[in-house]
């Protein structure tokens, strides 16, 4: 499956983003879909995961609350929903697949990435 990842920005601190992953190529409701993040210098670290059919959802505890992932089958696109942004969430950003359980959160666990989306958070 191929992902492409967009939406990311510059944002202030306390201000929204939402960015979309579009999939092609294999059958979409067939993956759990999740997004990570990689700030610089930093291990590539889970942020948030939707199951199959949407009606389950996974998040770190750093985004808990702040955060909604979400995913149209019908669009073939997730979507990650980002409330109250803080400098600390500054990363790229990249949506991945797996047929693996949503409760995954190890990036090992995940078989397709996409290219991944600039998020940055000023003070």
């Known amino acids: 499956v191929q992902l492409q990842a967009s939406g990311g920005g510059l944002v202030q601190a306390g201000g929204s983003l939402r960015l979309s992953c579009a999939a092609s190529?294999?059958?979409?409701?067939?993956?759990?879909m999740g997004w990570f993040r990689q700030a610089p210098g930093k291990e590539r670290e889970f942020v948030a995961a939707?199951?199959?059919?949407?009606?389950?959802?996974y998040y770190a505890d750093s985004v808990k609350g702040r955060f909604t992932i979400s995913r149209d089958n019908g669009k073939n696109t997730v979507y990650l929903q980002m409330n109250s942004l803080k400098p600390e969430d500054t990363a790229v950003y990249y949506c991945?697949?797996?047929?693996?359980?949503?409760?995954?959160?190890?990036?090992?666990?995940?078989?397709?990435w996409g290219q991944g989306t600039q998020v940055t958070v000023s003070s």
């Open positions: 991945a697949a797996t047929k693996n359980p949503y409760s995954s959160s190890r990036p090992s666990r995940y078989d397709y």
């Open positions: 190529g294999r059958t979409f409701s067939n993956y759990v």
């Open positions: 939707i199951s199959e059919s949407g009606g389950s959802t």
